[in-house]
């Protein structure tokens, strides 16, 4: 079980970001991007997240925070029995829950 | 929903390679553009999962002096069985070194030799080396393209923007609806040329080594419209990309880096026995072995071949030089998502959807068959015929981006725009605003989508049959008749599953004209093994299918290829 703490923040909606749960079963260690595909696809379609990968961990467009750190979403394994924070960059205006408008192109 | 308005002369849809060739050589020649990216410029499309290898035949100037324009273009005709338009042909042919120095002035950087030649690597089908080395890959070609767009103050760069619908009018194209994913807003583009550069669809196969919103926005939008699309039952499959472990299944890992020069490795069986000859064949025919192998029952366990370095003569320490040189991205990805060191064990690899050699049919100047539409890049379609080689479709995006953008300038010069039917803006908005109304038996657009994925998987993979593709189409229209259940979330900006509501109304359009130019196709060329018809037919088939939308059904019909200089060797 990994249980996931996702930033949520609608910047026109929310006066304030808050935090969800998902308590996420997986069989085997998924990657972060993987994560949010799941949560995504079977708990919550309305989690705002960038789906696009480049399969080799270079186009940064899925990076996150995970636990206050900056990572890319795509080379980031999690364990099966784990517990993650996943919050937006700060390099960029939060559009929605974890999608950035990028300052740097 | 807001609807903003802009007006500009030429609107260009995409953000890989091709777009932002349109769009700077549009801009150079004094128009104002419009730029739609559906995700992060420099970030987006296909162009960034590409490799080393474009193309060009710079003879003297690089790697072989026997090397000649006249050569590449032979290897391009030959390698596409006879089935690419060499008036296209010529063109990507003849400007290909221009274009590569075009970049280079834009900041992309080349291998040189100490001299200052172009280094190039010998790929599969090029009879002498030809493709220039990008440090970087296609990332470093995308992000700096992006870049030269921005210094273009007549471009406007709209990013995470999904352009969906082409406007007509008086019987030509006069521009674009699009969502906004930052604001939401839908925001419509009225404009006198617009260039479809969206890329494949590559992402319409469930296994697929490309970005995952490449699902057809831009073939289902020509068709929607009324033109003219061509040779869609040639997708491209490539031989090894990785299909286990799932965090890097699609990677791809190369099968030209198995050459004596490089890793010197072999693509092997489940016990070992190397199944690619050397010299290595060109893509159509490995993926035919691979495939074959694997149905056979003589795979790996989850369905692949063996990618196996580990007993190359050269050693462990040399092998890895080749990937750290070579591929130092994809060799890295594997190691930090997967824990997998290829050079220390076998992966198991597959044949995956990599490239649409159909696309939207065109003359010589990227025009379609309506008026006001431009397509280049891969949306484009008669060019690379039944097969492409390695670095065809980088050299393509630059030099045909590069001609269509001009001509959609040209042309835009001469006309006056013709303004947006408000009656055909408020009948896709209704159908916007009815994915997002409240219904009894709802369902998700995502599994929709899966439902397209499987069935093209399970029925246009290289090999099909007669029954397979009824089959598959009877599932594609079943799927279709769902589009009424769509019922998503009105979250206002950033509405993924908005997106992917749309995106499946274009998905579905584009996987039912595919299916059906595959059945139209009663023989095997390339990349479309048909085995109930596993000839090659020149006398009947030696043609482009084409399909047109006529009073809302597909209408399929052969039309001649373009022969200007080289005719098939029978004729």
């Given at each position: 079980?990994?249980?996931a703490?996702?930033?949520r923040?609608?910047?026109?909606k929310?006066?304030?970001?808050y935090?969800?749960?998902?308590?996420i079963?997986?069989?085997?260690?998924v990657?972060?991007?993987?994560?949010l595909?799941?949560?995504?696809?079977?708990?919550?379609g309305?989690?705002?997240?960038?789906?696009?990968?480049?399969?080799k961990?270079?186009?940064?467009t899925?990076?996150v925070?995970?636990?206050?750190?900056?990572?890319?979403?795509?080379?980031?394994p999690l364990?099966i029995?784990?517990?993650v924070?996943?919050?937006?960059?700060?390099?960029?205006t939060?559009?929605?829950?974890?999608?950035?408008?990028?300052?740097?192109? | 929903?807001?609807?903003?308005?802009?007006t500009?002369?030429?609107?260009?849809?995409?953000?890989?390679?091709a777009?932002?060739?349109?769009?700077?050589?549009?801009a150079?020649?004094g128009m104002?553009?419009i730029?739609v990216?559906?995700g992060?410029?420099?970030?987006?499309?296909?162009?960034?999962?590409?490799?080393?290898?474009?193309?060009?035949p710079?003879?003297?100037?690089?790697?072989?002096?026997?090397?000649?324009?006249?050569q590449?273009f032979?290897?391009m005709?030959?390698?596409?069985r006879f089935i690419?338009?060499q008036n296209i042909?010529?063109?990507v042919?003849?400007t290909?070194?221009?274009?590569?120095?075009?970049?280079?002035?834009?900041?992309?950087?080349?291998k040189?030799?100490d001299d200052g030649?172009?280094?190039?690597?010998?790929?599969?089908?090029?009879?002498?080396p030809?493709?220039?080395f990008?440090?970087?890959?296609?990332?470093h070609m995308?992000?700096?393209?992006?870049?030269?767009?921005?210094?273009h103050?007549?471009i406007?760069?709209?990013?995470?923007?999904?352009a969906?619908?082409?406007f007509?009018?008086?019987?030509?194209v006069v521009g674009?609806?699009?969502?906004?994913?930052?604001?939401?807003?839908?925001?419509?583009?009225n404009?006198?040329?617009?260039v479809?550069?969206?890329?494949?669809?590559?992402?319409?196969?469930?296994?697929s080594?490309n970005p995952p919103?490449?699902?057809?926005d831009g073939?289902?939008?020509a068709?929607?419209?009324?033109?003219?699309?061509?040779?869609?039952?040639f997708?491209?499959?490539?031989?090894?990309?990785?299909?286990?472990?799932?965090?890097?299944?699609?990677?791809?890992v190369?099968?030209?880096?198995?050459?004596?020069?490089?890793a010197d490795?072999?693509?092997?069986?489940?016990?070992?026995?190397?199944?690619?000859?050397k010299?290595?064949p060109?893509?159509?025919?490995?993926?035919k072995?691979?495939?074959?192998?694997?149905?056979?029952?003589?795979?790996?366990?989850?369905?692949?071949?063996?990618?196996?370095t580990?007993?190359?003569?050269?050693?462990e320490?040399?092998?890895?030089?080749?990937?750290?040189?070579?591929?130092?991205k994809?060799?890295?990805?594997?190691?930090?998502a997967?824990?997998?060191?290829l050079?220390?064990e076998?992966l198991?690899?597959a044949?995956?959807?990599?490239?649409?050699?159909?696309?939207?049919?065109?003359?010589e100047?990227g025009e379609?068959?309506?008026?006001?539409?431009?397509?280049c890049g891969?949306a484009e379609?008669?060019?690379q015929?039944?097969?492409?080689?390695?670095?065809?479709?980088?050299?393509?995006?630059?030099t045909?981006?590069?001609?269509?953008?001009?001509c959609?300038?040209?042309?835009?010069?001469?006309?006056?725009?013709?303004?947006?039917?408000?009656?055909?803006?408020?009948?896709?908005v209704?159908?916007?605003k009815?994915?997002?109304?409240?219904?009894?038996?709802?369902?998700?657009?995502?599994?929709?989508?899966?439902?397209i994925?499987?069935?093209?998987?399970?029925?246009?993979?290289?090999?099909?049959?007669?029954?397979?593709?009824s089959?598959?189409?009877?599932?594609?229209?079943?799927?279709r008749?769902?589009?009424?259940?769509i019922?998503v979330?009105d979250?206002?900006?950033?509405?993924?599953?908005?997106?992917?509501a749309?995106?499946?109304?274009?998905?579905?359009?584009a996987a039912?004209?595919?299916?059906?130019?595959?059945?139209?196709?009663t023989?095997?060329?390339?990349?479309?093994?048909?085995?109930d018809?596993p000839?090659t037919d020149?006398?009947?088939?030696?043609?482009?299918?084409?399909?047109?939308?006529k009073s809302?059904?597909?209408e399929?019909?052969?039309?001649?290829?373009?022969?200007?200089r080289?005719?098939?060797d029978?004729?």
């Amino acid at each position: 079980m990994i249980k996931a703490k996702i930033y949520r923040f609608d910047p026109g909606k929310d006066k304030e970001p808050y935090y969800q749960d998902y308590n996420i079963s997986v069989q085997r260690k998924v990657t972060i991007h993987e994560l949010l595909n799941i949560i995504h696809r079977d708990y919550d379609g309305t989690l705002a997240f960038r789906t696009y990968k480049c399969y080799k961990g270079m186009c940064t467009t899925c990076i996150v925070k995970m636990n206050g750190k900056v990572v890319k979403g795509c080379t980031t394994p999690l364990e099966i029995d784990s517990e993650v924070t996943i919050e937006p960059v700060e390099n960029g205006t939060v559009i929605r829950d974890l999608v950035v408008d990028f300052k740097t192109m | 929903m807001d609807i903003q308005n802009f007006t500009t002369d030429v609107v260009v849809i995409g953000g890989g390679g091709a777009a932002c060739r349109a769009a700077i050589e549009a801009a150079e020649r004094g128009m104002n553009c419009i730029m739609v990216d559906k995700g992060r410029p420099g970030r987006s499309g296909a162009t960034p999962t590409a490799l080393w290898s474009i193309q060009a035949p710079f003879g003297a100037r690089g790697r072989d002096e026997r090397d000649s324009p006249d050569q590449f273009f032979e290897d391009m005709v030959r390698a596409g069985r006879f089935i690419g338009d060499q008036n296209i042909a010529e063109i990507v042919a003849n400007t290909a070194c221009d274009r590569i120095l075009d970049m280079e002035r834009y900041g992309v950087q080349f291998k040189k030799y100490d001299d200052g030649r172009f280094y190039q690597t010998p790929m599969p089908g090029q009879t002498y080396p030809r493709s220039c080395f990008m440090f970087e890959n296609g990332q470093h070609m995308s992000t700096i393209l992006a870049r030269e767009v921005s210094r273009h103050d007549n471009i406007k760069v709209f990013k995470d923007f999904f352009a969906f619908h082409l406007f007509k009018n008086e019987g030509a194209v006069v521009g674009i609806l699009g969502m906004d994913m930052l604001s939401g807003d839908l925001v419509a583009v009225n404009a006198k040329s617009t260039v479809i550069a969206t890329g494949g669809y590559t992402s319409l196969w469930g296994f697929s080594d490309n970005p995952p919103t490449l699902t057809g926005d831009g073939v289902a939008m020509a068709y929607r419209a009324g033109a003219e699309l061509v040779d869609l039952e040639f997708n491209q499959y490539y031989g090894t990309d990785v299909i286990w472990p799932p965090s890097v299944r699609g990677c791809v890992v190369l099968y030209e880096l198995m050459i004596e020069e490089f890793a010197d490795g072999e693509i092997t069986d489940r016990v070992g026995n190397p199944i690619i000859d050397k010299p290595l064949p060109i893509r159509d025919e490995a993926i035919k072995t691979i495939f074959t192998v694997i149905k056979e029952g003589r795979g790996t366990e989850h369905g692949g071949v063996y990618f196996d370095t580990t007993k190359s003569p050269k050693g462990e320490k040399a092998v890895r030089d080749v990937f750290n040189t070579m591929t130092p991205k994809h060799y890295h990805f594997i190691i930090d998502a997967a824990g997998i060191d290829l050079v220390k064990e076998p992966l198991e690899v597959a044949p995956a959807s990599h490239y649409q050699c159909g696309g939207v049919y065109i003359n010589e100047r990227g025009e379609s068959s309506l008026g006001g539409l431009y397509a280049c890049g891969e949306a484009e379609g008669n060019f690379q015929g039944a097969n492409r080689l390695a670095g065809s479709a980088l050299c393509d995006t630059q030099t045909m981006g590069a001609q269509v953008g001009g001509c959609a300038a040209d042309d835009t010069k001469k006309c006056d725009l013709i303004p947006i039917d408000k009656k055909d803006l408020n009948s896709v908005v209704d159908i916007i605003k009815g994915f997002m109304t409240k219904k009894k038996k709802k369902i998700r657009p995502i599994f929709l989508k899966e439902e397209i994925l499987k069935t093209m998987d399970e029925f246009v993979a290289p090999f099909r049959d007669g029954k397979g593709l009824s089959k598959g189409l009877g599932n594609i229209r079943g799927i279709r008749d769902e589009i009424a259940k769509i019922s998503v979330s009105d979250v206002g900006r950033y509405n993924l599953e908005l997106r992917e509501a749309i995106e499946f109304m274009l998905a579905i359009d584009a996987a039912e004209i595919t299916v059906g130019s595959a059945l139209f196709r009663t023989e095997s060329r390339g990349h479309h093994n048909r085995v109930d018809f596993p000839e090659t037919d020149n006398k009947n088939w030696r043609c482009h299918s084409i399909v047109v939308r006529k009073s809302g059904k597909a209408e399929y019909s052969k039309r001649d290829v373009i022969y200007t200089r080289l005719k098939p060797d029978d004729e």
